[in-house]
Every structure is written in structure tokens, then in C-alpha cells.
């Protein structure tokens, strides 16, 4: 049935409304990617069988409803049940049964299931009063976890579309710009560019024929934010594109969706056939007389293709090679033509200020940088998941009050953010606030919001030297700078590594850095140098280790690192002699067992296993002392 | 690579019939071949430029810039390990090293009984259970190298982890 009034809509929305308030008994499965990795599918199946059979014959019918994710995938699959508000994690199959009879008849709660606060090894019952949860305040992941991401009339219940409705029938395009001008928006996707300058410099350019497109070619590796909200709430998606394109005139939008994200792709094509359906999309969007249609387009995995001029390229079908800035997209973009580009995320807070105001966006964050801001921490870190926070909040406050602290209680060493263009960070700063600007004058950036923890067994050498093996294989090959720069300060770095560095090798990793900054044409190529510059700012002693001492202190790089078991502690349990791979562990069954280290090949698998944590590593070049 | 055996192209005409036929289409009508053929047949691919009316050396370079493309036929099960930051520091690459020792395949490589090849993949976006690996259409959160042998054996059909 095709909406065709405002009218039509409100009372659609409030008869929703009602009958949810009519059936409160919710059993929500989280069926993000994570979750389904750890059979989430099965459960929320046994869930809809097992309650279907019970609803045939019972007065207060209860509901499952497949959620996206809810950010704390670690912990998956997750089930959160209404009203009650319990959180139960790791639930399999066979605890369906109990869950439906214990929790959802009598009240009773499982305390097998229930979430484990690891800073003091509380259970906690409430899905509000999770740690993770509690500090936080969603706004671009407002529904997620909430509605079911396949039903638009649960977005719609969940106030989805309403700022869409207020924008094309209460505003003139001029007015959203003005809001989203007070609201201070700025890029999620990682370089904070003012999204109402972007958009009123389209509105101005000449010609009929406009674009609104969303980036949701999230290649930064350690982030997924995008991912879950193009899973879990496509529609606010598109319903931030309507008001975008209204605001510059444009009526042909594109989704340009990484290949790698099959749910995500999924999900959207879903949303975009009911929002048509329902006449949210498309001519005469409710009868307001705009028209507007979005296709997807799926991306071909290539990283650079997250820059804006090599996306629209390859919207065009093209190789994605980035362009000069010197031609500004918002006049010629995607087939020449005027075109916005937004990120995902960005496209997510539009729906939400339209809705509620600008001046609301505005009252959170920093001076400069307004409103939340999506991060998935992950790495070394207990908590590991999606969060949204205000923009100003402390590093410290994400990693220990959300993320419960370093995994293990391990020393903390660093948190990368920004991906491959950002750096990484370390102990004195962590009480930054994160914002564009702290971040940037730390020598990082915001980049797509991921952050990853790293305690003291992470080699800062490696990880600047995998950040160039990325980006070598990622690099387009246009720019000289970008393509020989990289390749040849990735040879330096696997000499480092391997412990055959020489004493000019900083220097002259730093004048190649600046070279790259200088003389690449996109941003890809400018930044590339920031992780080695970071990591040589904050742990220049870890690289004149490697070189000068041909030391690994954190115990990583193989070549340097060699491994060996604590007589006091081994209790001869043989799990490494079982999972080392070449048999270079050695012993009888309750006895010490020793590692051959002309063997070995410094996996490391036997530290994995070991459960008295008695395997430990030491510098290698200790081996050649003993030899002579 | 010289083809063994001509390849039918009559999947390839009816992807080719969804899409107008425009450079725009290219990648999208390259991405469905993939999907169908499980690699982009040389002579699917010369059709594909005579009808979207692109030269085949642009069709070339594109096929060639774009990870998600191989000229090369893949095998049964693509196995890929998550090569993203968290993956990384949580000993990623021990899986790396496993699946080579087992399958003693360079990425990108097929093993010679056609049976396994081995993709890299910057990030699945699955993060939070870091070191990932996907086997076929399975993830496995969590992964350990000892367990490796199994994942590959197991496939893509078990759900337990």
C-alpha cells in the first residue's frame, strides 16, 4: 500500500506505535555478522519455532524479532528480552527451551547466561546497566538492536522517516541546510569536512541533474561501525539521504556498499524495495511532489576506493583512481555532474537532526566537533564492540570504563585510531578528548571510528610495518610518491623486522615520509606515512631496539623473538607439545617439556595454549651468547 | 591462462540482459560473471565488452584492479583470513602461516586438486572476535592455528565454534 499524505504516514506510524505498546513481551536476537558467526541463526530459529508453537494457543501472543547488532559481538549471541530488559550472552540452542520457561514464564532469571562485569566479576542483569552500554549515547545507532532491520514498519514504529517527513513538509531546503549548519555536522568517514558547506556548494553549482551518494565502503581495517548500521538500520540510511537530497535539489542517489558485506547488501536492497513500496522513495515521495530514488552499487574491494574521486569512478564503472582536489566533486562528481558524498554514519545523524533539531546535535561534543561519534574498539581490550559516545570523551573513559581495561590486565601500550591514515597513541595521552582536532594534533585522526587497543605484547615496528604492507597492496599506482614511496619504505621496515637494520634507517624513513606527504595526489598517499611517524614519535626506542640491539621487546617479530618454558610453573600438562606445529616441544606427561629452539619456529602457538602461562619469550641474540 | 575447455556463455547473456548496457554497468555485470562462473572466463569477458560496448583492454584493467575479480578459476572453497589491525594483533598471521603450511598455497593461489584457494582479505569488518577466518561461508571468531586443520577439514557447514 502506497503512503500518499503526511496524514497517511502519522497515523500509520501511531497505529504501530499502538500495537506495540499492546504486545510488550519482545524476545530481540541479535543477528548482526558476529552473532551469526557464533550461531546466532540457529538460536533465533529455535526462538521463532519454539514461540510459535506456544502463541498458537496463549492470549499475549509473544514476539521474536532478528535484530541488528548490537555492538558487543564478543559476547554473541545475544538476547535481550522485553520488558524485562535481560541480557542473556553466549546463548545457544539448548537454552531456548529454559529461557522461554524460567525468564519469560515465571521471571526467573538464568544467572549461567547473564553478562559477567569483568572489573569485578558481577553479573548484571539489565541490558541498561552494562558498563558497555550505560556510558554510552547513541544517535547514529539509535534503533540498532532495537527494531528488526528487514520490517520497515518497525523502523517506522521506532520514529524512523520522521525526520524525513518534517524536512520535506515543515522546511525548505534552505532551512535543512541552516539546521545542519547549527548542528555543526562534520564527516563521519573520517576528515570532519562541514557536511552543510558540502552540501550548500552543491545546492549552488549549476545543472539539473544532481547526486546524493553514501560511502559505505568501510575499508579502514579494525572499523565496522558502517557495517552495522547498514545491517541493523538501513532505513535511517536512506531517510538521511532524502533530506540531503532535497536540501541540494538532487533525485538520483546511489549506496556504494562494500562487496565484503553481504548482510549489509542484503539489508539495504530489502529496505530501499519496502521504502519503495510504501512511496517513501521514489516519485512524489508521500505526496510532497519531491521525487527521489536510490540504487546500490556494490563495491569491487579495492581501499582506495573509499576516497570520494575514485568512489565515483568506480560508481561509473571505472578503475578507481583518486583524482586532483583541485576540481571540487560538489560541482563535478560522479559523471561529471554536481554530487554530495556522505558516509554512511553522517547519512545516520541527518535522519536524527532533521527530527529533532539542529540546536539538539549541538548540545553534545566539543567546541568544534558537535554531536556523537560511533567507534568499534577492538583489539586487547576486554569489551570489545560498537559504542557511541559524545564527541570530547576521554580515551581513557572508551577503554576502561567502557572497554573494562587491557585484556588480561596487561600493560596498556598504544590505541591506534584512523586506520592506515591515522597513529597510534599512547599512555600520557590517554586523557585526550576525542575529537577531529585532539586527535589530529596527537598525530592521528578520526578516520571511520575504529580504535584498537594494544598492551605491551604488540611490536609497534610491526605494526607500522603492517600498516605499509596494507597500503603497498592498496596503493592505486598513479602517484610515484605513493606507489615507490611505500614499496620502498616497507623494504626498510622488513630488514627492521627482521633484525637487519642499519643505523641511517630513521632518517632516512623520515625524509621518504615527509617526500609522501608532500608529493602524493590523494589523501590515501598523504597520510600513509602517519602510522611510522606516530609510532616513531611515541616509541622511537622500540625501533633503535631492533636495529641496534636486534631486540623485539614486546617478543613479535620472529626473527628476533625466540621462546622458552618456566621450569617453576610447567606442570607437564603436554598441551604445547600438542599445538606446536613442527614438534619442537619436547618432555614426559607431568614433567617439564623444552623447546628445541633449532626447531622452533617462533610461532608462538605453545604461548596460546599453555594454561599456567608458563611459556615466555626472550630476544633471540640471547641463543648466540650462549653459543659462544 | 591459456582455457582448457570453451566456456558456455549463456549465463553470461542473461546477467548481461539486467543491466543497460553502459560502462556504468561494468563492475556490477563483472561481479555477477564472478559469482555464476566463480572466476571471470576469458571468453565471457571478451563478450562482455562487445556488449557493453567498453574496449577490452579498459575491461582488462578493471578485472585486474579490483580485488573482488580473479582471470584464474577458483576453487571449491575460498578460504580467507581476516588481515585487519585487530586480526593482526591478535596473531592473525599464525593463521596465515597454518593455512600455508598446510596447503603449501601462496595467496591467491588454488591448491592442484582444485579444492581450496586462499584469498586475503583487508578486514571483514568482524572485528570483535578477532583472529577471524573465513572458510567457505563460515567465520570462524576466535580462530587459533592448531585448530586451522580442522576449520579446513569442517568446511563451511558446522556451527559450532
Known amino acids: 500500500m502506497r503512503i500518499e499524505s503526511r496524514e497517511q504516514f502519522e497515523t500509520l506510524q501511531e497505529k504501530i506505535r499502538a500495537a506495540e505498546t499492546d504486545n510488550g513481551n519482545r524476545i530481540l536476537v541479535c543477528c548482526g555478522t558476529g552473532c551469526l558467526a557464533n550461531g546466532a541463526k540457529k538460536v533465533a530459529e529455535a526462538f521463532a519455532e519454539q514461540v510459535g508453537k506456544r502463541n498458537m494457543d496463549a492470549e499475549v501472543k509473544l514476539l521474536v524479532k532478528n535484530t541488528g547488532c548490537h555492538g558487543f559481538c564478543e559476547r554473541g549471541p545475544l538476547v535481550v528480552l522485553q520488558p524485562s530488559g535481560v541480557l542473556y550472552t553466549r546463548v545457544r540452542v539448548s537454552n531456548v527451551p529454559q529461557i522461554l520457561e524460567k525468564t519469560v514464564d515465571n521471571g526467573e532469571i538464568i544467572p549461567r547466561l547473564l553478562y559477567k562485569n569483568p572489573a569485578d566479576d558481577v553479573a548484571i542483569e539489565q541490558y541498561s546497566e552494562i558498563p558497555f552500554y550505560k556510558n554510552q549515547t547513541r544517535v547514529a545507532m539509535r534503533n540498532i538492536g532495537r527494531i528488526d532491520p528487514t520490517a520497515i514498519h518497525d523502523a517506522i514504529g521506532a520514529g524512523c522517516y520522521s525526520g524525513m517527513v518534517r524536512a520535506l513538509f515543515d522546511m525548505t531546503p534552505e532551512q535543512v541546510l541552516d539546521e545542519v549548519e547549527t548542528a555543526g555536522l562534520r564527516g563521519r568517514g573520517g576528515a570532519g569536512f562541514g557536511t552543510a558547506r558540502k552540501w550548500r556548494s552543491c545546492r549552488r553549482a549549476e545543472g539539473d541533474r544532481k547526486f546524493v551518494l553514501c560511502n559505505g565502503d568501510e575499508g579502514d581495517p579494525g572499523a565496522f561501525k558502517d557495517r552495522s548500521i547498514m545491517e541493523g538500520d538501513p532505513h535511517s540510511i536512506l531517510e538521511g539521504m532524502v533530506v540531503g537530497a532535497w536540501a541540494v535539489g538532487a533525485h538520483e542517489g546511489f549506496i556504494y556498499v562494500r562487496d565484503e558485506y553481504p548482510l549489509a547488501v542484503l539489508n539495504l536492497t530489502l529496505a530501499l524495495e519496502q521504502a519503495r513500496y510504501l512511496g517513501l522513495l521514489g516519485e512524489n515521495i508521500l505526496g510532497s511532489g519531491f521525487d527521489f530514488d536510490i540504487r546500490i552499487s556494490r563495491g569491487g574491494g579495492a581501499f582506495v576506493c573509499g576516497e570520494s574521486s575514485a568512489l565515483m569512478l568506480s560508481l561509473a564503472g571505472k578503475v578507481g583512481e583518486p583524482r586532483a582536489k583541485y576540481v571540487h566533486s560538489t560541482e563535478k562528481g560522479l559523471f561529471d555532474l554536481p554530487t554530495v558524498l556522505n558516509n554512511v554514519e553522517t547519512w545516520a545523524d541527518v535522519g536524527a537532526i532533521a527530527a529533532n533539531g539542529g540546536a539538539w546535535f549541538a548540545g553534545m561534543g566539543t567546541n568544534k566537533s558537535k554531536g556523537t561519534k560511533a567507534f568499534s574498539l577492538v583489539g586487547k581490550v576486554k569489551n570489545t564492540g560498537l559504542i557511541e559516545l559524545p564527541m570530547g570523551t576521554t580515551l581513557r573513559h572508551i577503554i576502561y570504563d567502557i572497554g573494562g581495561g587491557v585484556l588480561n590486565d596487561r600493560p596498556f601500550k598504544a590505541v591506534q585510531t584512523g586506520g592506515p591514515s591515522g597513529g597510534c597513541i599512547p599512555e600520557s595521552l590517554l586523557d585526550l578528548p576525542v575529537d577531529y582536532e585532539k586527535l589530529t594534533e596527537a598525530g592521528s585522526m578520526m578516520g571511520s571510528g575504529g580504535m584498537i587497543v594494544m598492551d605491551d605484547r604488540t611490536c609497534m615496528v610491526d605494526v607500522a610495518r603492517y600498516f605499509l604492507k596494507f597500503l603497498t597492496e592498496e596503493s592505486c599506482g598513479k602517484c610515484t610518491p605513493c606507489r615507490e614511496g611505500l614499496k620502498q619504505m616497507l623494504a626498510i621496515f622488513d630488514r627492521l623486522v627482521e633484525g637487519e637494520g642499519v643505523a641511517g634507517d630513521l632518517p632516512l624513513i623520515e625524509r621518504l615520509a615527509a617526500g609522501m606527504q608532500v608529493g602524493s595526489l590523494c589523501e590515501l598517499g598523504k597520510s600513509a606515512p602517519n602510522p611510522v611517524i606516530s609510532t616513531l614519535r611515541y616509541f622511537r626506542d622500540e625501533y633503535v631496539a631492533h636495529i641496534e640491539d636486534h631486540v623485539c621487546t614486546a617478543g613479535i617479530c620472529k626473527e628476533l623473538t625466540a621462546y622458552r618454558i618456566l621450569p617453576e610453573t610447567c606442570d607437564g600438562c603436554a598441551g604445547c607439545a600438542k599445538a606446536c606445529p613442527v614438534d619442537a616441544i619436547t618432555g614426559e606427561r607431568h614433567a617439564l617439556h623444552v623447546i628445541d629452539h633449532d626447531i622452533c619456529i617462533s610461532c608462538g602457538a605453545c604461548m596460546g595454549v599453555c594454561p599456567t602461562d608458563s611459556v615466555e619469550t626472550f630476544p633471540k641474540v640471547e641463543l648466540m651468547k650462549e653459543v659462544v | ?161
Request: glycine content about 8%.
Open chain 2, 1 to 161: 591462462m591459456k582455457e582448457t575447455c570453451p566456456v558456455e556463455t549463456e549465463q553470461a547473456d542473461a546477467i548481461l540482459e539486467g543491466y543497460p548496457h553502459a560502462e556504468a554497468s561494468l563492475i556490477q555485470v563483472l561481479q555477477d560473471v564472478h559469482r555464476a562462473y566463480n572466476y571471470l572466463p576469458c571468453d565471457v569477458v571478451v563478450k562482455v565488452a562487445e556488449t557493453l560496448g567498453v574496449p577490452l583492454a579498459k575491461v582488462f584493467s578493471v578485472a585486474t584492479f579490483y580485488k573482488a575479480f580473479s582471470l584464474k578459476p577458483q576453487g571449491d572453497t575460498i578460504i580467507r583470513v581476516c588481515m585487519g589491525t585487530a586480526c593482526h594483533i591478535r596473531g592473525g598471521g599464525a593463521l596465515v602461516d597454518e593455512v600455508e603450511r598446510l596447503l603449501h598455497v601462496a595467496p591467491d593461489e588454488t591448491t592442484p586438486d582444485m579444492k581450496f584457494t586462499r584469498n586475503t582479505v583487508n578486514c571483514v569488518g568482524a572485528c570483535a572476535m578477532a583472529p577471524v577466518m573465513i572458510v567457505g561461508e563460515k567465520y570462524r571468531g576466535n580462530a587459533r592455528a592448531v585448530r586451522v586443520g580442522g576449520y579446513l577439514e569442517l568446511g563451511g557447514d558446522d556451527d559450532a565454534n
